[in-house]
């Protein structure tokens, strides 16, 4: 077959990078999620070259249905058969109504349903128990542990997700109404409260914790590492991961554990569903539902354990 030399080329990235530029400037898709769609890109191309399909024009319905039995061959899981079908669309879609494709191939392609498992949470009592733990560890007085307190009562508290912590500037917290305001997926922006242990909290960490470890690289970040500059979503996964270790019968979660079980707690609590919705900043209600199902089997639970007739 011969190997076309435009820009629809497999061996030529000219769509693939305006794909890319869509993804940031026009979507505003995050970092994380641009390399992904990028990477279920590479991968298809390295299949479609395997196959001898040398340009984007040559894709068929029945070479990507091939990928994905491929993909699942290889034991990819449901999940991930399902990202990858959903990336390719939204390129195809794109290049067709861009005019960079005449057609769509990928217009009738269908993934194996995504089997949604319910997200691990703490109970209250073990959240409860995180907190006083990070209380008790910043009693030492140590900035970095003023500051992981402060983290994971603002995490538990408003339910954003760790992205969205770090990215906090000072001037984002308004420290007298108890108010964030966060930048979410798509440089979308809201309003978040918290509450009184939380803001206990951040009133130590910038009165004494943070202007221990302020430098002139720190700039307006309201987080900050131990070098001065703004705290890394590793730094705060660790923090998560150390501290939750200590707490018996927790599960091992992260930042993203807390934005769950804050979630289920607030619905436990009788807080509106939709009130949830704004709050973690869901573009769906539909995917705020999911923690009510977490209610639910909690309670179908303690049901079974705790009725004589159950």
């Not at 340009?55 to 993909?71: K, N």
């Not at 939204?90 to 089997?115: C, E, I, S, Y």
């Not at 209380?135 to 954003?160: F, K, M």
């Amino acid at each position: 077959m011969t190997l076309v030399t435009n820009a629809t080329s497999l061996a030529d990235s000219a769509v693939v990078t305006a794909y890319e530029r869509h993804l940031r400037s026009e979507r505003g898709r995050s970092e994380h999620t641009v390399r992904g769609y990028l990477a279920d890109l590479r991968n298809l191309e390295a299949f479609l070259q395997e196959q001898g399909v040398d340009a984007w024009t040559e894709v068929t319905l029945a070479d990507l249905r091939s990928w994905l039995a491929r993909l699942d061959a290889t034991g990819a899981s449901r999940a991930t058969l399902a990202r990858r079908s959903a990336a390719v669309r939204g390129f195809f879609a794109w290049a067709t109504r861009t005019g960079h494709l005449t057609r769509d191939p990928a217009q009738r392609l269908v993934a194996p349903k995504r089997v949604r498992t319910l997200p691990d949470v703490l109970r209250q009592e073990q959240a409860s128990d995180l907190l006083d733990l990070a209380g008790v560890a910043a009693d030492d007085a140590d900035p970095v542990h003023q500051r992981d307190r402060t983290v994971l009562e603002l995490l538990y508290a408003s339910g954003i997700r760790v992205g969205e912590l770090v990215g906090l500037d000072i001037d984002d917290v308004d420290r007298r109404q108890q108010l964030m305001r966060v930048i979410g997926k798509g440089d979308k922006e809201r309003t978040v409260p918290y509450g009184a242990p939380a803001a206990a909290a951040l009133d130590v960490w910038l009165t004494v914790g943070r202007p221990q470890l302020v430098t002139e690289q720190s700039g307006p970040a309201l987080f900050l590492g131990r070098r001065g500059r703004r705290v890394d979503p590793r730094t705060v996964r660790s923090a998560v991961h150390r501290l939750l270790g200590e707490v018996p019968g927790a599960p091992d979660l992260g930042p993203h554990g807390l934005r769950h079980s804050a979630a289920t707690h607030l619905l436990e609590g009788g807080a509106d569903i939709r009130m949830v919705q704004e709050l973690l900043g869901h573009a769906s209600l539909a995917t705020t539902q999911v923690y009510t199902h977490v209610s639910v089997e909690r309670l179908r639970r303690s049901f079974s354990q705790a009725h004589p007739r159950a």
